[in-house]
């Protein structure tokens, strides 16, 4: 059961890092039916060939209103009106300022994931309020009586788990994850995604935290707290825990927290071999793979066992060269998972949930 049929906003932005959160929802999502996405350059592409070269049924429209129409002339009108570009700082321009105003007028309901919140925003409140639709702030920060603090029962919790690391911010954590997370399900090991970003709520996680909305003393606590979640309510045998950021980026630090909270079993790092700067800090080069493996392991005392790539900048029939490459200097499996079977890094969990 969605949450209902949405429309993904992404104007100007899809074929950006920007639009992070709408590849996300177009890819994969439990939350939604994802009806269309909005991006007027776009505009009559299929969102899933534009993005991954497979047709996946969800046309880009030029405007809201025409994507509208369009839904309820197939008989699957549209609910939901979700907000799909990651903005540097969540803030908001007037022209989205003005698109969300309009989607609201046309009764569609509101789910943001920006650190401004719209809930605050005495306009759209207003408006919200009018049209008898709800907005909901995905990032909104819990009240300080719902948060946790770190207990240290994460040593109860038996699940083999797995932190999905990256070299840079906006590489495919995320995507990655869930590709992980499939196909151990797929081959008969349970397996819950432990989200800790906006886009995993969005796409219907079960369990996780927005990390960068909380006060830094409950971070820990969050993380813990998701895990103990899934372990109780569900007890799978493995757990991925979706990185955010990356250990090295100064814009984006992040992953120690997720590495001393969550203590993970083993690691596997998400890498775009062809970037040469850290995202959002033009000028500041990446520091290389052995060094960032070494900083993991030296930091978490646990293995990396696998590189998976992003291969933004690589040619299709140069993919594999490159995962060579990476897997002959790291000794490593190295895989896409976009495009790549997944089977022996999940053959190689096995394994390693057997050793543990």
């Not at 009108?77 to 907000?83: A, G, K």
């Not at 040619?315 to 897997?327: F, G, L, N, P, Y």
Request: with cysteine.
């Amino acid at each position: 059961m969605t949450d209902g049929v949405a429309l993904v906003y992404c104007d100007e932005h899809f074929d950006t890092m920007w639009g992070k959160t709408a590849h996300g929802l177009v890819r994969f999502t439990r939350r939604y039916d994802v009806a269309g996405v909005i991006d007027s350059k776009l505009a009559g592409k299929d969102a899933g060939e534009y993005l991954d070269g497979k047709k996946s049924g969800i046309l880009i429209y030029d405007c809201i209103d025409s994507a509208v129409e369009a839904a309820v002339e197939a008989g699957n009108p549209i609910t939901h009106f979700v907000f799909g570009i990651a903005t540097d700082g969540g803030r908001l321009t007037q022209k989205m300022r003005d698109d969300i105003l309009h989607a609201l007028s046309l009764g569609l309901n509101v789910d943001c994931g920006l650190h401004y919140f719209l809930s605050e925003d005495p306009q759209m409140v207003e408006a919200a309020k009018k049209h008898n639709v709800v907005i909901r702030d995905i990032r909104k920060i819990p009240p300080r009586n719902e948060l946790h603090s770190y207990t240290g029962r994460i040593r109860e919790v038996r699940s083999f788990r797995i932190a999905l690391l990256g070299t840079d911010s906006c590489v495919g954590k995320r995507t990655t994850a869930w590709k992980l997370a499939d196909a151990l399900n797929e081959a008969g090991i349970r397996t819950e995604m432990i989200g800790t970003g906006q886009t995993a709520w969005l796409q219907g996680a079960r369990y996780g935290v927005r990390m960068d909305s909380l006060i830094n003393d409950f971070v820990a606590g969050e993380i813990e707290h998701a895990i103990l979640s899934a372990w109780d309510e569900q007890s799978p045998d493995v757990m991925i825990i979706e990185g955010q950021g990356s250990l090295m980026n100064p814009l984006y630090p992040g992953g120690m927290e997720i590495l001393s909270a969550g203590q993970p079993d083993a690691i596997v790092v998400q890498h775009s071999p062809k970037r040469t700067e850290y995202d959002g800090i033009p000028g500041a080069k990446i520091h290389p793979l052995d060094t960032q493996l070494q900083a993991i392991r030296l930091l978490s005392g646990k293995p990396v066992i696998a590189v998976t790539v992003n291969h933004e900048m690589i040619s299709q029939d140069d993919i594999a060269i490159e995962c060579a490459k990476i897997a002959e200097k790291t000794h490593l499996i190295t895989l896409d998972p976009l495009v790549d079977d997944l089977t022996p890094l999940v053959e190689l969990i096995r394994e390693k949930m057997k050793e543990r």
